[in-house]
T-cell receptor
């Protein structure tokens, strides 16, 4: 089966940097998605990593190491609106759907 | 263009009843996936439909079923509802084919079983 682990909760201060880790054990790994979900809202796409390395997109960056089964989402210059749940999801080869971790609830305080 | 539309947004049902949820994907998208989201288990995959055919299925009992119409709209049905079926049901649409692009999620249907 597949196993995807992320911390349940994290807290950080406005303006700071936070790193949310995701580790996975799967067979047939193809790529890894990060989604953001505010309370009561739909998940929204943040990033998709297929190759090893860091991909930067504004204040958000995502890193992948396929050999280590590890990814992280880096959020810089945190804002209050970044308080949300961050979902790590694995895409497996041969499947057109995603397997999600349980999500990390990030609370940004003033 | 319009996003993914799920109806209804909220639903309260009694144990033993059945329920049908609807999802209209983004125009031109042919793949619709359904997920159940609960605080304890996170997002769990139910099934995926592509061109009116079920392409993948998760590990849920047969009480959970779905279908897709020729216009790509999809419905999921849950029969003989149990208290544990209370959850947020999300659908996601994507163009179809390979999943190397983002899936777009609807706002979800919040189902409460009492």
């Amino acid at each position: 089966g597949q196993n995807i682990d992320q911390p349940t909760e994290m807290t950080a201060t406005e303006g700071a940097i936070v790193q949310i880790n995701c580790t996975y054990q799967t067979s047939g790994f193809n790529g890894l998605f990060w989604y953001q979900q505010h309370a009561g809202e739909a998940p929204t796409f943040l990033s998709y990593n297929v190759l090893d390395g860091l991909e930067e997109k504004g204040r958000f960056s995502s890193f992948l190491s396929r050999s280590k089964g590890y990814s992280y989402l880096l959020l810089k210059e945190l804002q209050m609106k970044d308080s949300a749940s961050y979902l790590c999801a694995v895409h497996l080869r041969g499947y057109s759907t995603l397997t999600f971790g349980k999500g990390t609830m990030l609370l940004v305080s003033p | 263009k319009a996003g993914v539309t799920q109806t209804p947004r909220y639903l309260i049902k009694t144990r033993g009843q059945q329920v049908t949820l609807s999802c209209s994907p983004i125009s031109g998208h042919r793949s619709v996936s359904w997920y159940q989201q609960t605080p304890g288990q996170g997002l769990q995959f139910l099934f995926e439909y592509f061109s009116e055919t079920q392409r993948n299925k998760g590990n849920f009992p047969g009480r959970f079923s779905g279908r897709q119409f020729s216009n790509s709209r999809s419905e999921m049905n849950v029969s003989t509802l149990e208290l544990g079926d209370s959850a947020l049901y999300l659908c996601a649409s994507s163009p179809g084919g390979a999943v190397d692009t983002e899936a777009f999620f609807g706002q979800g249907t919040r189902l409460t079983v009492v």
